[in-house]
């Protein structure tokens, strides 16, 4: 895909079909890094990240024919910036299948930035129980971590100046068709 630019300074990164293809290829990689599929929960963090795990979850039925688990995983109580936030945060329910206990927990988000939003997830799943492994999945890795988390799947490795922003639409979420641009400030 062509990167094309609109008049709001936004850069269109993937488009509907190259998100289909991401998300595909990071069920694959699922599926060959999980020996037993029945054991995985796939957690969305609200709002893209649970739509998007939606998504896999479709993939990986369709090439391994097993239906995998999954859930919501709410951040919103776990934030490490809740004071300093304008606005309080909106809380969304959170719902895992319980228990845990020897379960990879899979996080799944639409945009990896500073790392922040995985450490408040891993806070809440573990409110839940104690996971065997925890990974994570994004559709758009931008850099600028400032904890040590990396993703264990990627749709797009997209390094980014701090001035500019990702943002993914997705049709079930946003109505708006599905694509991923980048807005510069």
Do not use: C, W
């Amino acid at each position: 895909m062509k990167p094309k630019q609109n008049s709001s300074t936004a850069t269109a990164i993937l488009d509907a079909e190259a998100m289909r293809r991401a998300l595909r290829r990071i069920a694959h990689e699922i599926v060959e890094g999980n020996s037993n599929l029945e054991t995985v929960v796939l957690a969305g963090i609200p709002s893209r990240g649970v739509e998007i795990a939606r998504r896999i979850s479709a993939f990986i039925r369709e090439i391994a024919n097993v239906d995998v688990d999954s859930g919501i995983i709410d951040v919103a109580m776990h934030r490490d910036d809740v004071g300093t936030r304008k606005e309080l945060p909106v809380v969304h329910a959170s719902k895992l299948p319980v228990p845990l206990e020897d379960r990879t927990v899979i996080i799944v988000d639409d945009v990896l930035y500073t790392g922040r939003t995985v450490r408040a997830a891993m806070d809440a799943i573990n409110s839940f129980g104690r996971p065997a492994r925890i990974q994570l999945a994004v559709l758009v890795d931008r850099g600028h971590r400032e904890l040590p988390i990396r993703p264990d799947y990627v749709g797009k490795n997209l390094p980014t100046a701090t001035r500019e922003q990702i943002q993914v639409r997705l049709q079930e979420t946003d109505n708006e068709p599905d694509g991923v641009y980048l807005q510069k400030q």
